[in-house]
């Protein structure tokens, strides 16, 4: 996924820590994160009598955030040996961070992220750490793996929807729930399958125009299923599928031929950011408090976009 910061060539004066860190987790990323939890918690309540205000949601989403910065903590810990070699601009290489700060970090993340799923519910504790699970063996070795890394990737940010679903006691099995994290899963496996990419010098030609389709058919699943067409607000619902898909369609073209790495870090990098409008689609199926969730999707996208011009998305 895509890449780099510019920090080889150090300044007369110290570099910031902070700016170092908010490089390793990636912060242009993190604006997409709540939105997977809060997701399936909306979609979760389409199809239970019980109702629960968004407050409900907020340990699953401080799991989502925790356990996704342990991913990417962790992620540069394994992949040190080949970033020393490719990429020691890096935080993790380049000493601007240390390791055992970075290790440090990783286990503490992991601990706030299970303990505040469980504050959740127990079914939310229990995902929390099939979630982390994933994210370890990902980090571990699958990630090179031929498809299963891209797949496995996916199932992360699948379950991370799935946490907020389970605050419910139906939740992570409700039919457009599982359709929601099936969509995500695929969405996330096929940006993974572009990113793959990002080094080799050729463009990903047809294989860009994957995450489009996907979206396609995921809205149009969606449109079928009864909780939306019970719940949903028909102009939202039928816009915002739209302008996420043209977003990642405009993306996925320029990948399509675009063979520089900086261009195509960036476009993968869009292809990322376009999950807030993925996500303010899904969350426009409910009315109340939907709505004003897809607001705030689409509000964040913008400081996104601005932030992942001054720091590397993956």
Known sequence: MPTDADCETAPPTKPSKLRAWLELLRVPNLFTVPGDPIVGFLLASTASSKFLSLTAVIPAVVAALCLYCAGLVSNDLFDLAEDRRDRPERPLPSGRISIPAARLATVLLFIAGIVAAFLAGERTGLLACALAALILVYNGGFKRVRLVGPLTMGLCRGFSLLLGASVFA??????????????????????????????????????????????????????????????????????????????????????????????????????????LLIQASLCSIVMWPGLWVAAACVAALPAAVILGRRFYAS
């Open 170 to 275: 139906s939740g992570p099995t409700t039919p457009v729930v599982l359709a929601a994290a099936g969509g995500l899963t695929l969405y996330i496996l096929s940006v993974t399958l572009i990113a793959a990419k990002e080094t080799s010098g050729k463009p990903a030609g047809r294989i860009a125009w994957l995450s489009c389709l996907v979206c396609m058919v995921w809205f149009a699943c969606l449109a079928t299923m009864a909780p939306i067409q019970e719940t949903g607000t028909p102009v939202l619902t039928m816009v915002l599928p739209i302008v996420a898909t043209i977003w990642v369609g405009r993306w996925c073209m320029v990948l399509a031929k675009e063979t520089q790495p900086v261009v195509v870090s960036m476009g993968v990098g869009r292809l990322i950011q376009g999950l």
